[in-house]
């Protein structure tokens, strides 16, 4: 009697587990389908848009020229000088309409030769240069230049020969609605130049040089 028992006990446990078993492996079956399905929606299209724009670009311009006035420019040679002459010569600058402003105008002065009239720095020629806010006119009865509006000194008397002279009132008169600086370039001979000046000659070059304004945002 016991044994039998103990046999029936056996056959319900070994039933229990298969049935255990089976629900275990069903729920793992619908688990993994479940995921596969997932997996499958994003393989289907979705909805796109799409705009562009065009962007035009160009680079500016920095363009400056001069020209001669009042009869007594750069053009003019100065010749036969003595000890305590002065040399006067007008220049306009100007700004192209289409240019972009200034950040610095500079002047650069340098010498085809070398010889005491720019190389000797104390009784050599000196150079200063001013500007007059209209342009420079010539006197009546001499060669000297005249401003009849307001005239500014932007270089005070130096040596003639220098590099990268700033011209800050000219560079703002540049960049004013006129586009114009009107400058008169003075040379004197000092006093003080002895006989070992005398049939001296040479050519002086002046070279004024702008560049950009400060780079910005467009």
Not at 38 to 60: E, M, P
Not at 114 to 142: M, P
Not at 197 to 202: A, I, V, W
Request: net charge positive.
């Amino acid at each position: 009697m016991s044994t039998k028992g103990t046999r029936k006990a056996v056959k319900s446990v070994s039933k229990s587990s298969r049935r255990s078993t089976s629900a275990k492996v069903l729920a793992s079956v619908v688990l993994v389908a479940g995921a596969a399905g997932v997996a499958g929606l994003g393989t289907f299209g979705s909805f796109t848009s799409s705009t562009a724009a065009d962007q035009a670009v160009s680079s500016g311009k920095v363009t400056l020229s001069s020209a001669g006035q009042a009869t007594r420019g750069f053009d003019v040679a100065a010749s036969n000088l003595v000890p305590g002459d002065t040399v006067q010569r007008a220049v306009q600058l100007t700004r192209a309409n289409d240019s972009e402003t200034f950040g610095s105008v500079k002047l650069t002065t340098t010498a085809a030769s070398s010889n005491l009239l720019t190389s000797d720095a104390t009784n050599g020629l000196k150079l200063k240069v001013d500007q007059c806010s209209v342009a420079w006119t010539k006197a009546a009865n001499s060669n000297e230049l005249t401003c009849s509006g307001t005239t500014t000194n932007l270089v005070a008397q130096r040596a003639v020969i220098g590099q990268n002279l700033d011209l800050g009132a000219a560079t703002t008169a540049l960049n004013g609605s006129g586009k114009v600086a009107n400058l008169r370039a003075e040379l004197v001979l000092p006093t003080a130049a002895d006989n070992t000046f005398q049939g001296l000659s040479n050519t002086v070059t002046f070279t004024f040089d702008a560049t950009q304004r400060t780079a910005d945002y467009r």
